[in-house]
């Protein structure tokens, strides 16, 4: 089965700087590949995901890029906020929206203020 | 739109008791998906559905669990026996399929088996 590895498991960074997050996979088959984001007690949600047909996508301070050749895949933010202190989970699934996913083990992102 | 909704959202009991979690999907979505989240183990897929229908169960730790859709408003996660090992946050998670790839997830349900 699919196996997603996801680093690293805590990151810190200072207000304003960017945070980088990379996953990697196992299966060639995934297409889809989302981020989700978790606070405390709270439900994963949706921030930005990527289609195997596509290298990049931004929206605002968020960008995922995808490297189908070498199955990884990384989540990008820039100028960091507190609010963006969160827990943050990347997936991988191999039938899009029509199947289960398969998640990385989590990153722990720190903004120092 | 109300959302992903499940019940109850704490559950506490005791160990050999059944547990029941339910979920509500979202109006006209027709993926329904259970995840199972722990420290040990992170987020983990333990059975979805199509169309009320039991797609790929191979999620599912111990035959002490069991799924049912039995329309499309309604799913339960069954466990019984439980144990304490059991205890973990329960997700339901539901999706329109097609070209439509998003999954949202409901608010989870914790719980914890003394």
């Known amino acids: 089965g699919e196996n997603v590895e996801q680093h690293p498991s805590t990151l810190s960074v200072q207000e304003g700087d960017s945070a980088v997050i990379k996953c990697t996979y196992s299966?060639?088959?995934?297409?889809?590949f989302p981020w989700y984001k978790q606070e405390l007690g709270k439900r994963p949600q949706l921030i930005i995901d990527?289609?195997?047909?596509?290298g990049e996508k931004k929206d605002q301070r968020i960008a995922v890029t995808l490297n189908k050749t070498a199955k990884h895949f990384s989540l990008h933010i820039t100028e960091t906020q507190p609010e963006d202190s969160a827990v943050y989970f990347c997936?991988?699934?191999?039938?899009?929206?029509?199947?289960?996913?398969?998640f990385g083990k989590g990153t722990h992102l720190i903004i120092q203020p | 739109d109300a959302g992903v909704i499940q019940s109850p959202r704490h559950e506490v009991t005791e160990m050999g008791q059944e547990v029941t979690l339910r979920c509500k999907p979202i109006?006209?979505?027709?993926?329904l998906f259970w995840y199972r989240q722990t420290m040990m183990r992170g987020l983990e897929l333990l059975i979805y559905?199509?169309?009320?229908?039991?797609?790929?169960d191979s999620g599912m730790p111990e035959d002490r669990f069991s799924a049912k859709m039995p329309n499309a408003s309604f799913s339960t996660l069954k466990i019984q026996p439980s144990e304490p090992r059991d205890s973990a946050v329960y997700f339901c998670?539901?999706?329109?399929?097609?070209?439509?790839?998003?999954?949202?997830f409901g608010p989870g349900t914790r719980l914890t088996v003394t």
């Open positions: 997936a991988a699934s191999k039938g899009g929206g029509a199947d289960g996913l398969t």
């Open positions: 299966d060639s088959a995934s297409n889809y």
């Open positions: 990527i289609r195997s047909n596509v």
């Open positions: 109006s006209g979505h027709d993926y």
């Open positions: 559905f199509n169309n009320n229908v039991p797609i790929d």
């Open positions: 998670a539901t999706g329109r399929g097609g070209q439509h790839y998003e999954q949202y």
